[in-house]
């Protein structure tokens, strides 16, 4: 079995999955790029807990974790199968790391999570594995979930980490009619040269070293999945390629990242 990547995705509004835009585009050309997995571990910005949890659910239930929407979105499912066995491995590799991980054997899919795979992977057939972080733990934590996981990589699992490239929601209703604010395209700059350079630690100390840090991330939960997918890369080079998607409402970078690790782009399945 080929080893896969690691993926960070921003997986920008619930609205996404109506209106999927270049997003639903990009998403869609990435899973033509991948060998299909066998089982998909995501960490999503829209569940958070004090210590690790692992979804067990052998049937994860749709999440509709918002409101205001259009009805359409909230009939909206994903019935992609769980894998109880899948989530005892990954609890084991995070107890083996010294991460105290407990499995959740109730936790559905968040639209964070969903959303997204709805356009990878639209007949819901792959089983998923939902995975909590801790952001009041930092982004070094999260690197560590990631490293315990990367293991998987080599067994069919794709390890997925969901956020979004900048996200203030108090600037949603500020930027509209074609304008951006001036943070978002000098973050996203910061962040796709780090990477490229393999620069882990500054990644690790962004919101001291970015430009515009605290603006494109007033709290931390939805820049820490890449530290996750980051970690999954695994030891030595991340191999990290940037996919364009776009800004939504002019505050809500969408890019996409692939992460191969040492050993450069794997080819299609």
């Not at 997995?37 to 960490?43: E, L």
């Not at 999954?232 to 970078?253: P, S």
């Not at 992460?259 to 450069?264: K, R, T």
Request: proline share 10%; net charge negative; no cysteine.
């Amino acid at each position: 079995m080929r080893r896969l990547p690691s993926l960070y995705i921003s997986h920008g509004s619930p609205m996404t999955a109506l209106q999927p835009g270049l997003v639903g585009q990009r998403l869609a050309e990435l899973a033509a790029d991948l060998p299909r997995p066998r089982a998909i571990v995501m960490a999503s910005a829209h569940w958070l807990s004090t210590q690790p949890l692992v979804g067990a659910h052998p049937l994860p239930p749709t999440i509709h974790d918002f409101g205001g929407f259009p009805e359409a979105l909230y009939r909206l499912q994903y019935p992609a199968p769980g894998a109880p066995e899948l989530a005892a491995q990954v609890q084991q590799l995070l107890l083996d790391a010294g991460l105290p991980a407990r499995l959740d054997p109730s936790r559905g899919l968040d639209h964070g999570a969903w959303v997204p795979l709805r356009f990878l992977f639209p007949d819901a057939s792959i089983p998923v594995v939902p995975l909590s972080l801790q952001p009041q733990l930092g982004p070094a934590h999260q690197l560590a979930l990631g490293r315990a996981l990367a293991p998987l990589r080599e067994q069919g699992v794709l390890l997925v980490g969901s956020g979004s490239i900048t996200h203030n929601l108090h600037d949603f209703r500020r930027y509209q009619d074609g304008k951006e604010a001036p943070y978002v395209r000098p973050f996203i700059g910061w962040v796709e040269q780090r990477l490229a350079d393999d620069d882990v630690d500054a990644l690790l100390d962004y919101r001291a070293q970015a430009p515009g840090a605290v603006q494109a991330h007033p709290s931390d939960e939805h820049l820490q999945p890449l530290h996750f997918a980051i970690g999954a890369a695994g030891e030595g080079g991340l191999g990290a390629r940037r996919i364009d998607a776009g800004i939504d409402a002019g505050m809500l970078a969408m890019d996409l990242y692939r992460f191969d690790g040492a050993g450069g782009l794997l080819s299609p399945r």
